[in-house]
């Protein structure tokens, strides 16, 4: 690797126009984005990423679940350092969620190119489909079949909340590739917003992320009778609705009890008929369980399901419960994490060590080579929602540490 005498920096105008014009590809009259996977607004924020990768001349593959990777050679082959994210939404998403771990991937490239620097090794950067899950369950799916953890049958044959498989929408967008989904990489390190409020309540501006906790997604659905509000005793009465209620109680009683880090949710319920005099003779509703020890997520599923059956039970109701998302804790290479904090060192910055309660594609890279995420502050804590915003002095510390540990890794 060429030595530079003035160390190498991100140009943040450029990554910050770069942001803003991705964020208009399924922008919202609110300002929010919403680019869910697979959809014609996906394949227009595919398309002009992959414009920006052709620009760097950069080798492109595009797999079987349609996630694109792009290859800048090095002096050497092999598995490339790799860097990327997602750049799919949820429905009332912002501009960062992703979006920053793929662009700022090309701008460490961009800065390489500029400054003539032939790595040792080979650097991609990627983008993974529909790790947000919004559309598809599971979350992560494209990089968790690329690395091994998920079926590549299976996610072809999975239905979107609209009713549309995978490999239908894959092939209507363009992007059913014919790449093996075998890539592996040398390393990998995602450039992320904290997606939370730790780093700005804590005055801090860099996260070293020490891994990822573990994820447990079930949809429970609820069968009981419909009858009239007004003249169906209560004692009577097969209740789907209030079942659902009970449970999303005792998840937010599970995660009382348990304490830090444990996380419970119901972030969705549908009821049949849902009309206003009627008790409802069914709902769906999601389970959303994490925590960052396998353990104690077992525990806490095997309580969460005791009390559906027997909740289900007492109100006369039948249940089934289906298997959405279901993945262990990671944690993430000690190198990358240590490089990270000398590398913000060097900027003048300390890095607080974080776990990360959102599920990242880095976290499907883990198992198959040494893996690490940098965070960045999310202003107010907030994510998925159109009011998601970082401010560009952090977004260039953040780049500026993903460039030099790049930088670092690649030189072998």
């Given at each position: 690797?060429?030595?530079?005498?003035?160390?190498?920096?991100?140009?943040?105008?450029?990554?910050?126009?770069?942001?803003?014009?991705?964020?208009?590809?399924?922008?919202?009259?609110?300002?929010?984005?919403?680019?869910?996977?697979?959809?014609?607004?996906?394949?227009?924020?595919?398309?002009?990423?992959?414009?920006?990768?052709?620009?760097?001349?950069?080798?492109?593959?595009?797999d079987a679940i349609g996630n694109?990777?792009?290859?800048?050679?090095?002096?050497?082959?092999?598995?490339?350092?790799?860097?990327?994210?997602?750049?799919?939404?949820?429905?009332?998403?912002?501009?960062?969620?992703?979006?920053?771990?793929?662009?700022?991937?090309?701008?460490?490239?961009?800065?390489?190119?500029?400054?003539?620097?032939?790595?040792?090794?080979?650097?991609?950067?990627?983008?993974?489909?529909?790790?947000?899950?919004?559309?598809?369950?599971?979350?992560?799916m494209g990089s968790g079949v690329?690395?091994?953890?998920?079926?590549?049958?299976?996610?072809?044959?999975?239905?979107?909340?609209?009713?549309?498989?995978?490999?239908?929408?894959?092939?209507?967008?363009?992007?059913?590739?014919?790449?093996?989904?075998?890539?592996?990489?040398?390393?990998?390190?995602?450039?992320?917003?904290?997606?939370?409020?730790?780093?700005?309540?804590?005055?801090?501006?860099?996260?070293?992320?020490?891994?990822?906790?573990?994820?447990?997604?079930?949809?429970?659905?609820?069968?009981?009778?419909?009858?009239?509000?007004?003249?169906?005793?209560?004692?009577?009465?097969?209740?789907?609705?209030?079942?659902?209620?009970?449970?999303?109680?005792?998840?937010?009683?599970?995660?009382?009890?348990?304490?830090?880090?444990?996380?419970?949710?119901?972030?969705?319920?549908?009821?049949?008929?849902?009309?206003?005099?009627?008790?409802?003779?069914?709902?769906?509703?999601?389970?959303?369980?994490?925590?960052?020890?396998?353990?104690?997520?077992?525990?806490?599923?095997?309580?969460?399901?005791?009390?559906?059956?027997?909740?289900?039970?007492?109100?006369?109701?039948?249940?089934?419960?289906?298997?959405?998302?279901?993945?262990?804790?990671?944690?993430?290479?000690?190198?990358?994490?240590?490089?990270?904090?000398?590398?913000?060192?060097?900027?003048?910055?300390?890095?607080?060590?974080?776990?990360?309660?959102?599920?990242?594609?880095?976290?499907?890279?883990?198992?198959?080579?040494?893996?690490?995420?940098?965070?960045?502050?999310?202003?107010?804590?907030?994510?998925?929602?159109?009011?998601?915003?970082?401010?560009?002095?952090?977004?260039?510390?953040?780049?500026?540490?993903?460039?030099?540990?790049?930088?670092?890794?690649?030189?072998?």
């Amino acid at each position: 690797m060429s030595t530079q005498h003035k160390p190498l920096r991100i140009n943040i105008e450029r990554l910050s126009a770069r942001l803003r014009e991705l964020a208009l590809v399924g922008g919202t009259p609110d300002g929010g984005v919403c680019r869910l996977a697979l959809t014609r607004d996906d394949k227009a924020g595919r398309d002009l990423v992959v414009g920006w990768m052709q620009e760097l001349g950069m080798s492109i593959r595009v797999d079987a679940i349609g996630n694109v990777i792009a290859i800048m050679a090095g002096k050497s082959d092999g598995p490339p350092v790799t860097m990327g994210s997602h750049i799919d939404t949820v429905a009332t998403g912002g501009a960062y969620d992703g979006n920053l771990g793929v662009l700022a991937g090309l701008e460490v490239v961009t800065c390489l190119q500029e400054a003539g620097v032939t790595p040792e090794h080979p650097i991609a950067v990627g983008f993974f489909t529909n790790e947000e899950g919004a559309r598809f369950a599971p979350d992560m799916m494209g990089s968790g079949v690329q690395q091994g953890a998920l079926s590549l049958d299976t996610c072809l044959d999975t239905l979107s909340i609209d009713g549309k498989k995978v490999r239908d929408e894959l092939a209507a967008i363009g992007y059913a590739g014919e790449a093996p989904c075998d890539f592996r990489a040398r390393n990998f390190v995602e450039l992320h917003i904290e997606q939370g409020p730790v780093l700005e309540q804590k005055g801090d501006i860099i996260g070293a992320v020490t891994g990822v906790q573990g994820i447990s997604w079930t949809e429970v659905t609820l069968h009981g009778v419909s009858n009239h509000a007004g003249t169906t005793p209560m004692s009577m009465r097969k209740d789907a609705a209030f079942v659902a209620a009970a449970i999303a109680v005792e998840l937010r009683q599970i995660a009382s009890d348990f304490g830090p880090p444990q996380v419970c949710t119901v972030g969705h319920i549908k009821l049949e008929p849902n009309l206003i005099n009627v008790v409802s003779r069914k709902a769906i509703l999601t389970l959303d369980l994490r925590n960052t020890s396998e353990e104690r997520l077992q525990e806490a599923e095997a309580r969460a399901f005791a009390f559906v059956d027997a909740a289900a039970a007492r109100e006369g109701l039948r249940v089934e419960k289906r298997t959405l998302a279901r993945f262990a804790p990671v944690d993430f290479a000690e190198e990358i994490i240590a490089l990270v904090e000398r590398e913000a060192a060097v900027l003048g910055h300390k890095a607080r060590r974080m776990p990360s309660g959102a599920g990242h594609d880095a976290q499907m890279f883990a198992p198959n080579c040494p893996s690490g995420m940098i965070f960045v502050p999310s202003a107010g804590g907030i994510s998925h929602n159109i009011k998601e915003h970082t401010d560009a002095a952090d977004i260039e510390v953040g780049a500026n540490i993903l460039l030099q540990v790049i930088l670092k890794l690649a030189a072998g």
